[in-house]
């Protein structure tokens, strides 16, 4: 079940070759959330959490696999387990003190009794595990630590291209700035030391924040930032640049 937008995954479109139902339910809404809330009292099968109740009371897996971007945000996916008395186990790519800032307390509760009452609980990091347990209060939830799988370049990695002229240091990844951290980017390279500097930085990706970062290229004068968009293989990527750059807030934390 999709609760963000679909995309195209080779082990997803495997399973379904297999003939593996998938459902995409749109989570979002492009009206106001004043107008949403109205609409839920007055059609409730049309909202988000109704839709997917239904839909799991329909088709009763044997077991619920919760995929979380952070940790607050499929609350009410394992109230709805809860409810309707399915098996489920959480996986959370994100924990980060900064959900403190909009974690209401009934909603802090509701995650405590989905984390306690889930099978087993996934974090990418022991740092994860531990800042979650302080956020739910401390209490003594099924947990375990998984390594994400990380893509490779199969048995023949490009050869090291040539820095006779400039490194090119590449970031790969979302162009959004908070997560990401690209304005603390746009901050450090803006210096005069590092136009002067022999590198050349290249960014691969898509995002919300591109024109901003079209804007910044202009405004600061940075003639050593290219913005290449997404990249079509990492091969493509390792066989033109020498260094991965990573700034992020939140990338540690995950």
Not at 14 to 25: A, D, H
Not at 158 to 164: H, K, L, T, W
Not at 184 to 194: G, P, Q, T, Y
Request: aromatic share 10%; hydrophobic share 40%; with cysteine.
């Amino acid at each position: 079940i999709y609760t963000a937008a679909p995309y195209r995954d080779e082990n997803i479109c495997s399973l379904r070759r297999k003939r593996i139902p998938f459902f995409y339910l749109k989570r979002r809404s492009l009206l106001p959330l004043r107008i949403q809330r109205y609409l839920s009292t007055k059609f409730p099968a049309i909202v988000w959490p109704d839709r997917l109740k239904r839909l799991l009371r329909k088709t009763r897996p044997r077991l619920v696999v919760i995929s979380q971007g952070n940790n607050c945000s499929a609350g009410e996916i394992m109230q709805i387990c809860l409810e309707l008395g399915l098996r489920y186990i959480t996986l959370t790519q994100l924990v980060t003190e900064y959900h403190f800032l909009q974690l209401k307390e009934n909603a802090r509760l509701k995650l405590k009794t989905g984390y306690a009452n889930s099978l087993m609980n996934f974090f990418v990091s022991e740092d994860n595990k531990t800042i979650n347990s302080i956020m739910m209060g401390g209490i003594d939830i099924p947990a375990k630590i998984i390594n994400n799988p990380i893509s490779t370049l199969g048995v023949s990695p490009p050869n090291f291209p040539s820095s006779e002229h400039a490194f090119r240091i590449a970031y790969v990844g979302r162009i959004e700035a908070f997560h990401k951290g690209l304005d603390l980017f746009i901050r450090v390279i803006s210096a005069d030391k590092w136009k002067k500097r022999p590198v050349l930085f290249t960014l691969y990706g898509s995002g919300p924040h591109e024109d901003w970062l079209r804007d910044c290229i202009i405004s600061y004068d940075l003639k050593n930032v290219e913005l290449l968009g997404p990249y079509s293989s990492l091969h493509q990527v390792w066989s033109y640049n020498h260094i991965l750059l990573l700034p992020s807030r939140l990338q540690g934390q995950s």
